[in-house]
């Protein structure tokens, strides 16, 4: 029954809770003070109940729109970047003030793509949260939209709650939008309706699921918070989507939103960091064998069933294992650099040592150092 789900949420002893621009700031940009004390009220509360929780914040641009007298939110990414800056500041000053009346010190964690995707830095990260809520502080976590790229453009921050929520173990997510829930058909339709559970994500197969909305100052929308929702349930951490005004009611456990149940087999936090958080270098496209012999057997990849490679990669880069057709078949940590993997290509072990001697007749990819990824994703 999903109101068992809903009441594990609320007891959660930590809890990471994402909220989105729309959710923070008017149409205009700048911040909406009273929505976000409000988000704060309730968070508040809950932290003075006993729970850890760590914020993860989008906003940041938006709040900086109407300083610079900006009326949308930039394409160019240069503009983007110092509208970050100056919104940022903004942003954290808001949440201080705010938290500092129900006696709460927040700090401010900005992440980077590279601090996700690199193994060290992914454990400094660990570190420096666990040290904060050790010390009864709120982290407000972002993007470093001031330095990020590619990722700036992307609403990254769901699927970065997503990776927060495992690199704490936390017990929850709750994603916060502009609207009720993940729906049977965009909001504006009139036979559209709530779901108020999701035990599979093949439930979602005929679901259309939006992007951003039209408030012009969010980046991401419903699909990136199915995203998060898939990196936190394949941990073991149910996910909540909501609208932003319901998060008293979440904590209460009432009926709202849609709740994700987690997995039954979780992966390792290991495989977790390869599946979602490492930046993937290259590609491998392999035959239908192969294809058979890592996703149902399970087996390592070997040189025999490589059709063709892309990217530039060393020795324990991550790179994507695709099938002929295009389909993105798992994530893996490569034993052989983009210079001399091609020339491995079909062979098999045997032809291997007489070619190139011992060392060169090893797995391309490990059996555990290979996740195999069950959303359905096709590379052209």
Do not use: C
Not at 101 to 118: C, N, P, W
Not at 219 to 247: C, D, E, F, H
Not at 372 to 377: A, F, P, R, S
Request: avoid cysteine.
């Amino acid at each position: 029954m999903s109101s068992q789900l809903r009441a594990e949420i609320s007891t959660a002893k930590r809890i990471v809770v994402k909220v989105g621009s729309s959710s923070l700031t008017t149409a205009q940009g700048g911040i909406d003070t009273k929505r976000l004390n409000l988000l704060v009220d309730a968070l508040a509360k809950h932290k003075n109940n006993g729970h850890e929780i760590v914020l993860v914040s989008s906003g940041a641009i938006a709040a900086g729109l109407a300083p610079l007298g900006l009326q949308t939110r930039p394409k160019d990414l240069s503009l983007q970047q110092a509208v970050a800056s100056v919104g940022q500041g903004l942003l954290v000053q808001h949440y201080a003030e705010s938290f500092a009346k129900h006696g709460i010190t927040v700090g401010q964690v900005l992440l980077t793509a590279e601090d996700m995707s690199r193994r060290s830095h992914y454990r400094n990260a660990q570190r420096t949260f666990a040290k904060l809520m050790e010390l009864g502080v709120v982290p407000i976590v972002n993007e470093n939209d001031t330095v990020a790229t590619d990722e700036i453009r992307v609403g990254d921050n769901d699927r970065l709650a997503g990776i927060v929520s495992n690199l704490i173990n936390a017990q929850a997510l709750v994603l916060l939008s502009d609207v009720e829930g993940l729906m049977t058909a965009p909001p504006s339709q009139s036979d559209s309706k709530l779901i108020s559970e999701v035990k599979s994500f093949d439930e979602l197969a005929n679901i259309q699921i939006g992007g951003a909305g039209n408030s012009g100052v969010g980046s991401g929308g419903m699909s990136t918070k199915v995203q998060a929702a898939r990196i936190a349930t394949a941990g073991g951490i149910p996910a909540l989507v909501t609208s932003a005004v319901n998060l008293g009611s979440v904590f209460d456990a009432k009926n709202v939103g849609t709740v994700f149940w987690p997995n039954k087999d979780k992966l390792s936090a290991r495989l977790l960091w390869l599946a979602h958080a490492t930046e993937v270098r290259g590609f491998i496209t392999i035959d239908q064998g192969a294809v058979i012999a890592v996703t149902q057997k399970r087996a390592s990849l070997l040189p025999a069933g490589i059709k063709k490679v892309a990217g530039e990669f060393e020795v324990g880069d991550a790179v994507e294992v695709i099938s002929e057709s295009g389909e993105v078949l798992g994530r893996g940590l490569v034993n052989f650099d983009s210079s001399e993997l091609p020339n491995l290509i079909g062979k098999n072990t045997i032809k291997l040592l007489e070619e190139f001697g011992e060392g060169y007749d090893k797995e391309v990819i490990h059996r555990d150092d290979l996740v195999l990824i069950d959303e359905k994703i096709t590379r052209n």
